[in-house]
């Protein structure tokens, strides 16, 4: 019996040890981070808007914490080709994922997709986020949004609305809007939103929903008339151009993200140092300056607000994704 006590005391305390060690060993590593250096992944080509705000904040992060965080970009089927990449990286702090709006969407849209964008990541922060605008040829006879709802439903079938990229937040806004007053109204894809912009002008389809920060200078030159950004408050940029709550329509807001996220089981240490310190550098003077100048607002919220987004977020457009019959194969 005693014999039987003494294994099971030398078991017990073995796992007791074991899981100390291990513990030990999780916040030393911790505790040394970053030790080499960060690869930030990119899911998108160079020079979008994900892109340059990933640049901004491994420059920040590489000077506060002393090691190389450089960006490598892994574009491809929308994003989802290097989520999948960061998916299966180890959970060590060493590999970070830059999101977008499209890793909240992508799995309604996509009949496969190759990521949980919930089980498979910890949320880090929401760096930053872009209001998308609705904007029409000035020949439209609609000066209100509540106008163009009726110029819609006088002429079905008539009117087409310009979108940059299939299965973005432009285009399931328009969408969002369709359904919402049953409008005949025909979606017209472009491959992004200059070319979206500039067939609008062009009076081609006379509609068009877009991220902000292309759409800007043009709306204050009068080439296009902005209806309505779809946020909650106005836009400095554009102070005459309403919300679609002040132009009477609800429900009708949508954003264009910009987040980091890193592979699920990262230690919490690793995972609060980084959002102090992004939150840090997205706080500076000219990171700032030069996310204002993108067209987004500086957000830098906590791992929790960011993930209780996410999942919101995902709700939301799953649900415009069912009701439009989008997919894509």
Same mark, same amino acid.
Do not use: C, W
């Given at each position: 019996? =005693?014999?039987h006590?003494?294994?099971?005391?030398?078991?017990?305390?073995?796992?007791? &040890?074991?899981?100390?060690?291990?513990l030990?060993g999780?916040?030393?590593q911790a505790?040394?981070?970053?030790?080499?250096?960060?690869r930030?992944?990119?899911?998108f080509?160079?020079a979008?808007p994900?892109?340059?705000?990933?640049?901004?904040v491994?420059?920040?992060?590489s000077?506060?914490l002393g090691q190389?965080?450089?960006?490598?970009?892994?574009?491809?089927?929308?994003g989802?080709?290097?989520?999948?990449?960061a998916? =299966?990286?180890p959970a060590?702090g060493?590999?970070? &994922?830059?999101?977008?709006?499209g890793?909240?969407?992508?799995?309604?849209?996509?009949a496969?997709?190759?990521?949980?964008?919930?089980?498979?990541?910890?949320?880090?922060?929401?760096?930053?986020?872009?209001?998308?605008?609705?904007?029409?040829?000035?020949s439209?006879?609609?000066?209100?949004v509540?106008?163009l709802?009726?110029v819609i439903k006088?002429?079905?079938g =008539?009117?087409?609305?310009?979108?940059?990229?299939?299965?973005?937040?432009?285009?399931?806004?328009?969408?969002?809007?369709? &359904?919402?007053?049953?409008?005949d109204?025909?979606?017209?894809?472009?491959p992004?939103?200059?070319?979206a912009?500039?067939?609008?002008?062009?009076?081609?389809?006379?509609?068009?929903?877009?991220?902000l920060?292309?759409?800007?200078s043009n709306?204050?030159?009068? =080439?296009?008339?902005g209806?309505?950004?779809?946020?909650?408050?106005?836009?400095?940029a554009?102070?005459?151009v309403?919300?679609?709550?002040?132009?009477g329509?609800?429900?009708?807001?949508s954003?264009?993200?910009t987040?980091?996220?890193?592979?699920?089981?990262?230690p919490?240490?690793?995972?609060a140092?980084?959002q102090?310190?992004i939150?840090?550098a997205?706080a500076?003077?000219?990171?700032?300056e030069?996310?204002?100048?993108?067209g987004?607002?500086?957000?830098?919220?906590t791992?929790?607000?960011?993930?209780?987004?996410?999942?919101s977020?995902?709700?939301?457009w799953?649900?415009?994704?069912?009701?439009a019959?989008l997919?894509?194969?």
């Open positions: 019996m =005693k014999a006590f003494h294994r099971v005391a030398r078991s017990t305390l073995a796992a007791v &040890l074991g899981s100390s060690f291990l030990a999780g916040n030393a505790q040394n981070y970053p030790s080499k250096s960060v930030m992944l990119v899911p080509a160079a979008g994900t892109d340059v705000i990933a640049r901004l491994a420059q920040k992060l000077e506060s190389q965080f450089y960006v490598e970009n892994v574009p491809g089927a929308g989802n080709t290097g989520t999948a990449m998916a =299966k990286s060590d060493y590999t970070i &994922l830059v999101v977008s709006t890793f909240v969407i992508n799995p309604s849209l996509y496969k997709v190759p990521y949980d964008a919930v089980k498979d990541f910890a949320p880090v922060t929401l760096v930053a986020a872009s209001p998308n605008v609705l904007t029409v040829n000035p439209v006879p609609a000066k209100t509540k106008e709802i009726e006088a002429n079905p =008539k009117y087409s609305f310009a979108q940059p990229a299939t299965g973005s937040t432009p285009h399931l806004a328009g969408e969002l809007f369709k &359904l919402t007053y049953k409008l109204m025909v979606m017209v894809p472009f992004g939103a200059g070319p912009i500039t067939s609008t002008i062009g009076g081609h389809t006379p509609i068009a929903f877009t991220a920060p292309p759409a800007i709306i204050q030159d009068g =080439k296009l008339r209806l309505a950004v779809l946020a909650a408050k106005r836009v400095a554009l102070p005459n309403p919300t679609m709550a002040e132009a329509i609800s429900n009708q807001e954003d264009t993200l987040g980091i996220v890193v592979p699920a089981g990262t919490n240490e690793i995972v140092l980084l102090r310190e939150a840090k997205v500076t003077p000219d990171v700032k030069k996310l204002l100048q993108q987004f607002d500086p957000i830098a919220n791992p929790a607000e960011f993930g209780a987004r996410i999942k977020e995902m709700a939301k799953a649900k415009v994704v069912h009701e019959k997919k894509i194969e």
